[in-house]
């Protein structure tokens, strides 16, 4: 859980979270929703992004249900659960305090 | 918990289910994809080019729904599909190199079979616990008798009665007695004797058996009230067979020994009574027994001189047997004191019920542990041939685990792959072994007695002993593929792997770890194979000069007339009429009456004597010698010779004096160098007088497993009168032809008196000395030689690895002028010292063991000549396996093996 190589990973759960927290997507408006509010900065490979988003629901933070999409078309919708929405805050304060902490580190090296 | 559940539905989801998730699976990634190219195609993409840019973007569908299935957990449904991978993987290993796969399945197979066979038939003849609920709660109550041999049983009722008011410990105590009457529906039936127990009305109780149909018996039943009494419950088979299973039986009558009896239950299937090997066709009271046996006083309940009673309870629960022994002791010492002169001597035990039938039946119990020994040295053996083949296989395949591993192959995947490669040959071979088994105790089947009262053994399958053999074989498969696969895989010795061009060096410890295995599978080999030779040239010693009496053109034909409540003199006169009537068959030579068949394995046929002028061992008054009673013309008729004086004369009657006969091994014990003749020897159980010897005959084999000389004793049947006795006939050509009107003869004689049975001598000859020695000496065979194939291919197993790892080395001697007869000679002193080492350990073991036989069965010890067999044979089969592949060592062309990898 803890390995380095996790971090990339995790952060791809965290985005994940958030962008579900606001409303259950399906799996393409999920990729679609990362590329534009990262202004295709983020972009997850299909793959990296079907596996996360099934070992989320593995891990019971998320839950799928299939419902009709725009195009009229079943889709598969994934939506925060409880526990879901507790690992996204956890995660948020985690990231905040990382991001905090390395910028401090950045800064202190400039000066 | 709360985060459990929704990954335990989901899994669950996806195991029960896979075939749904694997659908939703494959929507959800179409759906994206098509998603995606509609976005391309709306940029202005061609259609084809849309569709290959969006599958590049996705990486490969297989490979995001691979990444999926991952996510899930690694008992998906991908877990199936993945196992299903490996085993098809696993076959295609196998099928390409069949040797290997052929010598390690059959040594499972021979290994989980010996063992399942053996355990079960050893089961069917001493292991398996009675048919009732709890049997390791029962208890037996024993007495000794005036010779001070222990026997379970011999207790009278109001003993029994004693036991179960004065000593504490049993929940209920029950006592039973074995009957055999005729049984019937209607009077004019022809009647045929069948066994039954008498027992107290508590039986079924302490058994905790419940009767299926009707009732058990009642506490009123305890005591005889007029006809009220005469109650019976049926055997669940006696009522398949002889009442088809008809329910309209319980409350109907029935006739045992022609009274009337009224039905009032039926015993559950599978239930025998007390015994496994004498299974009761019925129960009746305790009570009714003077009703259908005639030797039986109508006042013996209260009678305390008579015995023949066994008694079986059920402790209470954490109480100790020896607890309730002791008491039985105090109440011994008691009855002693409150009557003098019937308790002299005597004292009471109580067992556990199954060490009590260990105790009794311990010649079966020894030849039980003897195959059970035998069976467990096969399967080490075989277990011992697995793992060296496997552990040979090893270093071969590192080379391709590494590869493997080093292109990113999953290290859990490729253990998972060789565990069910391992998994694959057990099953093959248990599968295999099961059907040896079931062969080997069908051969067993053929191993019972020809017996007058339905004597039986029962021998099933036991998946007890299966699934032992086949754990065992499984583990040592597992352990000899899966460590040095584990080693493997791990990636510190990668590169070594992958850098060696040949074979990976074998350590030293590993190699030696081999030979060892070998040596002990050398050894395990000659330790069966002697004593299966030494059991084969004892039962050739016992038999090979036949027993001494004539087996072919003789009939047997028990009879019982006291069933039929005759008293001595009617007895006599029945006798004397049929006699005559048999005699008058055409083709009839002679006839005879005898009250016990030479190698008959039912009933005691045993007599205590005290020999005059024979000094007898301190504290003890009587010995017990094996006895029959005969008329005069028994020995004539089995061509038993009388060596001196005369045989039984028509004259000896109970006016006359009482004699004896005696056998040569008699004769030389008791009055060793000195003439039998007209020596006097007391017998009890008659009037106690003395009897004078007047003959001494020819020694016959008459027990297994006895020698020739063990003193036997013949009396006149009229002196000592007993009801039961063997009509012997002796025809001209085939005996079975007289069967039938030798059958009218006793019809015609009296209808009422039940046979128990009729056979020729040579069948009950065959089942009783020559059968058990087939199959015992074929089974130790077999076992032997099933060990001496499996180190063989053990062996040649170990020196193949050896000369395939050297091939390159040997190359390059030969191609440096190493002679090929040198080559030869290097590889063969490899292959040879684990065989002479374990010849060596072998010969120490087969000694101890053969002692350790020999102390139960007489004169089957290991000696020289068995030896001398033996050891060449196992030594000339270990050179040729290891010779083999020295050859092929020999042979190698030094340009071929350089050039190899």
Known sequence: MSRPTDLVQGTLDVLILKILALEPMHGWAISQRLAQVSSDVLRASEGALYSALHKLEYEGWIEAEWAPSENNRRAKYYSLTRRGRKQLERETANWTRLSAAITHVLQLERG | ?901
């Not at chain 2, 023949?308 to 105090?330: C, F, I, T, Y």
């Open chain 2, 1 to 901: 918990m709360a985060r459990l559940a929704p990954r335990l539905s989901l899994k669950l989801r996806t195991f029960l289910r896979g075939d749904v998730v694997e659908q939703e699976l494959d929507e959800e990634m179409r759906y994206h994809l098509d998603r995606k190219i509609e976005q391309l195609l709306a940029q202005g993409m061609a259609p084809g080019d849309a569709r290959r840019a969006a599958l590049v973007a996705f990486g490969g569908i297989e490979v995001g729904k691979e990444a999926c299935r991952d996510a899930r957990g690694f008992w998906a449904s991908v877990w199936i599909e993945r196992l299903w991978q490996d085993v098809q993987h696993g076959i295609r290993l196998l099928t390409k190199s069949p040797g290997f796969t052929l010598i390690a399945v059959l040594s499972i197979a021979i290994g989980v079979g010996a063992n399942a066979a053996m355990f079960s038939v050893a089961d069917g003849l001493i292991f398996r616990p009675l048919a009732v609920p709890d049997p390791g709660g029962l208890a037996v109550v024993g007495t000794t008798t005036p010779i001070g041999s222990v026997v379970y049983g011999g207790l009278s009722y109001p003993e029994y009665r004693d036991l179960r008011e004065r000593v504490e410990g049993f929940e209920g105590l029950a006592a039973t007695r074995v009957v055999l009457a005729s049984l019937t529906r209607s009077p004019n039936e022809v009647s045929q004797a069948t066994m039954g127990l008498a027992v107290s009305p508590d039986f079924f109780d302490v058994l905790r058996v419940r009767p299926v149909r009707g009732r058990g018996f009642l506490p009123v039943e305890e005591r005889a009230m007029g006809g009220r009494t005469a109650v019976v419950v049926l055997a669940h088979d006696t009522w398949v067979q002889h009442f088809g299973a008809d329910p309209g039986v319980v409350n109907s009558a029935i006739r045992i020994s022609g009274v009337p009896f009224t039905v009032v239950g039926i015993a559950p299937e599978g239930f025998t009574g007390t015994n496994h090997y004498l299974p009761s066709a019925y129960y009746v009271p305790m009570a009714t027994l003077p009703m259908i046996d005639g030797q039986v006083p109508a006042d013996f309940l209260d009678r305390r001189e008579d015995g023949g009673l066994d008694a079986v309870g059920r402790l209470k629960p954490g109480v100790a047997v020896e607890r309730v022994s002791e008491r039985a002791e105090l109440l011994a010492q008691a009855l002693r004191q409150q009557h003098p002169g019937t308790y002299d001597s005597r004292r009471l035990l109580v067992r556990r019920e199954s060490d009590a039938r260990a105790e009794e039946f311990s010649g079966l119990m020894a030849m039980s542990a003897m195959l059970i020994g035998l069976a467990a040295a096969v399967l080490l053996v075989a277990c011992a041939n697995v793992a060296g083949l496997l552990a040979g296989r090893a270093p071969a395949r590192a080379r391709e685990i590494a590869v493997r591993v080093a292109i990113g192959g999953n290290r859990l995947r490729l253990m998972r792959q060789l565990i069910t490669e391992s998994a694959l040959l057990s099953v093959c071979g248990g599968a295999l072994g099961l059907g040896f088994a079931e062969a080997g105790i069908r051969s067993f089947r053929a191993f019972q007695p020809v017996s007058s009262v339905g004597v039986r053994f029962d021998f099933e399958l036991d998946f007890r002993a299966v699934a032992v053999g086949l754990a065992m074989a499984v583990t040592s498969a597992l352990l000899s593929a899966v460590l040095p696969a584990w080693r493997i895989t791990r990636v510190r010795d990668l590169s070594g792997t992958l850098r060696n061009t040949t074979t990976p060096a074998v350590r030293a410890g590993r190699l030696w770890g081999r030979h060892g295995m070998v040596a002990a599978q050398i050894a395990l080999t000659l330790v069966v194979l002697t004593v299966a030779l030494s059991f084969y040239r004892a039962f050739h010693a016992e038999y090979g000069q036949g027993p001494g009496f004539r087996v072919d053109n003789v009939l047997l034909t028990t009879l019982n007339p006291s069933l039929v409540r005759y008293d001595d003199a009617q007895t006599d006169r029945f006798y004397q009429r049929l006699k005559d009537r048999a005699l008058a068959i055409p083709g009839v030579l002679s006839v005879g009456l005898t009250t016990f068949v030479p190698l008959n394995q039912d009933g005691n046929s045993n007599t205590a004597i005290a020999p005059e002028g024979f000094r007898l061992p301190t504290g003890v008054d009587r010995l017990s010698v094996a006895a029959a009673r005969i008329d005069e013309g028994y020995l004539d008729t089995l061509g038993i010779r009388v060596m001196r004086g005369r045989g039984i004369a028509a004259s000896d009657t109970a006016e006359t004096t009482p004699v004896a006969l005696v056998n040569q091994g008699m004769a030389a014990r008791y009055w060793p160098g000195e003439s039998a003749l007209g020596k006097r020897l007391r017998v009890f159980g008659g009037d106690g007088g003395w009897v004078e010897v007047v003959g001494v005959v020819a020694d016959i084999k008459f027990r297994l497993f006895t020698p020739l000389s063990t003193p036997f004793l013949y009396l006149p049947r009229r002196q000592y009168e007993q009801s039961r006795a063997t009509l012997v006939v002796r025809t001209r050509g085939n005996a079975l032809a007289a069967a039938e009107p030798l059958r009218a003869a006793i019809l015609d004689t009296d209808p009422n008196v039940p046979t128990l049975g009729t056979h020729t001598m040579a069948a009950f000859y065959d089942a009783n000395a020559s059968n058990i020695n087939r199959v015992v000496v074929r089974t130790i065979g077999a076992m032997g030689a099933m060990g001496l194939a499996l180190a063989l291919a053990g062996l040649y197993g170990l020196t193949a690895f050896a000369v395939s790892r050297r091939t390159h080395e040997i190359g390059i001697r030969m191609a440096v002028g190493g002679q090929p007869a040198s080559m030869l000679g290097m590889v063969l002193r490899q292959g040879l010292w684990p065989a002479v080492a374990g010849l060596l350990m072998g010969i120490a073991a087969s000694v101890a063991v053969g002692k350790l036989i020999s102390s139960v069965f007489a004169n089957t010890g290991a000696d020289i000549v068995t030896f001398s067999l033996v050891v060449p044979a196992v030594a000339i089969v270990s050179v040729l396996a290891a010779y083999v592949p020295a050859r092929r060592a020999a042979l190698i062309d030094p340009l071929v093996a350089l050039r190899q990898d």
